[in-house]
């Protein structure tokens, strides 16, 4: 294939997406099909098989460019000068504003599944994983700067947890001395992401009515259980 053609064929992917995409924001992931994407862009469903072969190409592709858009957002916190304090605190606030600005993306992500639509774990995990990755690398650098001991409910990981840590840390090619970083990643992150899509589905707001300084709160909160 001429590189011209490559590039007008991934042109027109990304007309696709952005066209999905678009949907999404109006109808949600139930609105987004070969048939509604192929009439907003006025061509015939069959021709949009040319560049995915089925709705589940389509959505993976989506998920993969998501969770990567989402990921580099973190990653743009992380590599700002600051410390290590600054840049757990600005990893998180990323984490929100992006959501907050793609929230049918985020949902596409996180939220409702799709009927019928099983993601490809060997397609979609190293994507979805960089947000975790991103998280754990800070927290880490955070401890070792504190050098001070965590709160003490989270001096221990759970013998069985540590199990399927360790399993994963190796698979990944990480110290195991990085798995008490990894804990508590997981479980801040689970934290913040529960604040963001109560956020989202507006069941907080009315509750907390200022949610930046709710969430401002809440990772003050994880700073101080970190031993800051």
Known sequence: MSSRR???QQATRDEIKATARDL???HGTAGISIRA???????TAPALYHYYENMDALITDLLVDGFNASADALQAAFDQDGTSEEKVRAIFYAYRQWALAHPSQFELLYGNPIPGYEAPRDVTVPAASRTQVILSQAIGMLMMANNKPVAPVWARVPPTVAESLTRILNDGGYPTEFMQAAYLASLFWAQAHGIIMLELHGHLPPTLGDMDAAY???IDSVLVQLGT
């Open 6 to 8: 490559s590039r007008m």
């Open 216 to 218: 401002a709160q809440f």
């Open 37 to 43: 994407i192929a009439r907003e862009m006025g061509i």
């Open 24 to 26: 999404m924001s109006t």
